[in-house]
Every structure is written in C-alpha cells, then in structure tokens.
T-cell receptor, first 117, second 110 residues
Framework: GAVVSQHPSRVICKSGTSVKIECRSLDFQATTMFWYRQFPKQSLMLMATSNEGSKATYEQGVEKDKFLINHASLTLSTLTVTSAHPEDSSFYIC?????????????FGNGTRLTVT | AQRVTQPEKLLSVFKGAPVELKCNYSYSGSPELFWYVQYSRQRLQLLLRHISRESIKGFTADLNKGETSFHLKKPFAQEEDSAMYYCALLLYNQGGKLIFGQGTELSVKP
C-alpha cells in the first residue's frame, strides 16, 4: 500500500532555532501534500497545501514566513519551522495523495513531535 | 462554510455493546466523507469512505444528506476498537484538501 514517511519522528530544539521536517511518498508520486498540526487528543488542523513546483497555499491564520514549505519533487515536501518558540511545540503530520488516483484518500505520515525549549 | 462536527469527545462502552460515533457536516457541494482511525501511537489510517459503501472491521457508515450526517456504527464493539476516530470531508473545489472533525475517543471496556 501507499506509504508516507516522515522524518524525524521526534525533535527537541531551543527557542530561536529552525527545524526542518521531511515528508516523503515512498511508492507513489504526489503533486500535492498537506501539512497538519495536531494538539493532544484534538483534531488535525490543516496548516497548508504543498504544491510541487509552486508556492504552498496557507490556511487562514498560519504564518507563511514562520512555516516555510518547499515541495521540490513529486516525492518530497519539507516544512521548516523558523525561529521556533515554545508555543510551536506540537505534533506535525504530513499527508499525500497519489497523483494517479484523482481524489483518492490521503495517506498519512507517522508525524513529528516537536518540542521547543 | 464547510465544517465537520463530532459532538462527542469521548464515548465509553462495554465490549459487545453497539457503538455509534456521530458526525455532521456542512458543505454546499456534493460531499465525500471519510472516517479515519488513530490507534495509540500509530499513524492516522483510513477506516472507510462513503462512496465505497464497504464494511471495514465491522464498521459501517451511511451518508444521510437530509440530516447532513455520516455516523459510524458497529453492532458489537471489541476492545481493540478503542482508538481516536475522525470524520473528514473532502473539499473538491479547494485542491482536494481534507478537513477533520474534532475527533471522538472510543473506549471499549472489557
């Protein structure tokens, strides 16, 4: 089945530093990937839509300069949390859809637990 | 505005009891809805989608356009069904993104 790999699974960083999270589709190509943020036992909040070869589309209230998204290839999207603050601590999840299957269900990565100290 | 609502944060039942996890949606177009499940320490995975009309792990969900609902049901809950369940709506006209309800934690007691 379709697999989405997310790396790292866990990261701790100091305030003011930047952290990069990678999302890869392992056995399919994805023109579109989605980045979500999840708080404990709460819903997934869509942050942005990552489009291969073009700019990401951010949801209302998400700072594009803070959460930099790059979708350089059909199998890789990255989310960089810049100048991280403790309030950025959260669980970040990426997802992707197989480009060859129209509006098929999204496949999700395992998530990245970010802790900012 | 499009929205997915799961009114129950926690649902606790005994093993063998019927289960219904509620989901209501708001969407002006023709909806495509999904149920995702997240077991402890695992990634989110698709449970079922309404267009396939499948029954997965004994769960079913019927789309009721009149009531704008897509409730998830299982006649006899098992302990291994304990997990977080999320109802999701596909937004065709917005790049195919998926928006989620708040989630319901199902706890099945022995």
């Amino acid at each position: 089945g379709a697999v989405v790999s997310q790396h790292p699974s866990r990261v701790i960083c100091k305030s003011g530093t930047s952290v990069k999270i990678e999302c890869r589709s392992l056995d399919f190509q994805a023109t579109t990937m989605f980045w979500y943020r999840q708080f404990p036992k709460q819903s997934l909040m869509l942050m942005a839509t990552s489009n291969e070869g073009s700019k990401a589309t951010y949801e209302q209230g998400v700072e594009k300069d803070k959460f930099l998204i790059n979708h350089a290839s059909l199998t890789l999207s990255t989310l960089t949390v810049t100048s991280a603050h403790p309030e950025d601590s959260s669980f970040y999840i990426c997802s992707a859809r197989d480009r060859g299957q129209g509006n098929s269900p999204l496949h999700f990565g395992n998530g990245t637990r970010l802790t900012v100290t | 505005a499009q929205r997915v609502t799961q009114p129950e944060k926690l649902l606790s039942v005994f093993k063998g009891a019927p289960v219904e996890l509620k989901c209501n949606y708001s969407y002006s177009g023709s909806p495509e809805l999904f149920w995702y499940v997240q077991y402890s320490r695992q990634r989110l995975q698709l449970l079922l989608r309404h267009i396939s009309r499948e029954s997965i792990k004994g769960f079913t969900a019927d789309l009721n356009k009149g009531e704008t609902s897509f409730h998830l049901k299982k006649p006899f809950a098992q302990e291994e069904d304990s997990a977080m369940y999320y109802c999701a709506l596909l937004l065709y006209n917005q790049g195919g993104k998926l928006i989620f309800g708040q989630g319901t934690e199902l706890s099945v007691k022995p």
